[in-house]
T-cell receptor
Framework: DQQVKQNSPSLSVQEGRISILNCDYTNSMFDYFLWYKKYPAEGPTFLISISSIKDKNEDGRFTVFLNKSAKHLSLHIVPSQPGDSAVYFCAASAREGGADGLTFGKGTHLIIQP | DAGVIQSPRHEVTEMGQEVTLRCKPISGHDYLFWYRQTMMRGLELLIYFNNNVPIDDSGMPEDRFSAKMPNASFSTLKIQPSEPRDSAVYFC?????????????FGSGTRLTVV
């Protein structure tokens, strides 16, 4: 059973607009969340993270929002640029009593249209 | 540092053959992880090591899979015998800590095709 779910396999957004990628999780022990970006033929690279003590973390054009009660997080990219076209993975971890390491979703392929 | 280095980048083999994937982690990283990426299951953890010792191999799909870390700078993932359903991209990652406060650093992966 997938503990981290990304229900949209792909998303198409026009350049300059906002991209919103969503992620849901089921394990209530998860308390740290990350987004990774992956280009073809490369490994995933760390993009941004958020701790469960926060509900928002911002880094330049990227903002991650966390809704603990809904077990939901989202990644906002504003404005979207062609170089943002990639697969984005949501990942989660638990400090104690949970799964070791990182648990990933299946990924969302973001396509930025010119 | 050159990052996490994996070899080969691509491997095509026939069913029943032995396959060995290799990984060199970032120097000084105490943790090494092997992940597998498939369309059906996404990125799943197979096994991880701490200071060269296997800690959790519960993700290894079958006895056909084995992993070793003979020293701090080298790890292998072996599949013997290989089957078509093993076709996937295999990633190695390393980290200073188990808790991914800075994330894990991934290699570029090995794309395995078993025909």
């Amino acid at each position: 059973d997938q503990q981290v779910k990304q229900n949209s396999p792909s998303l198409s957004v026009q350049e300059g607009r906002i991209s919103i990628l969503n992620c849901d999780y089921t394990n209530s022990m998860f308390d740290y969340f990350l987004w990774y970006k992956k280009y073809p033929a490369e490994g995933p690279t760390f993009l941004i993270s958020i701790s469960s003590i926060k509900d928002k973390n911002e880094d330049g054009r990227f903002t991650v929002f966390l809704n603990k009660s809904a077990k939901h997080l989202s990644l906002h990219i504003v404005p979207s640029q062609p170089g943002d076209s990639a697969v984005y993975f949501c990942a989660a971890s638990a400090r104690e009593g949970g799964a070791d390491g990182l648990t990933f979703g299946k990924g969302t392929h973001l396509i930025i249209q010119p | 540092d050159a990052g996490v280095i994996q070899s080969p980048r691509h491997e095509v083999t026939e069913m029943g053959q032995e396959v060995t994937l290799r990984c060199k982690p970032i120097s000084g990283h105490d943790y090494l992880f092997w992940y597998r990426q498939t369309m059906m299951r996404g990125l799943e953890l197979l096994i991880y090591f701490n200071n060269n010792v296997p800690i959790d191999d519960s993700g290894m799909p079958e006895d056909r899979f084995s992993a070793k870390m003979p020293n701090a700078s080298f790890s292998t993932l072996k599949i013997q015998p290989s089957e078509p359903r093993d076709s996937a991209v295999y990633f190695c990652a390393s980290s200073l800590f188990l808790f991914p406060i800075y994330g894990y650093t991934f290699g570029s992966g090995t794309r395995l095709t078993v025909v």
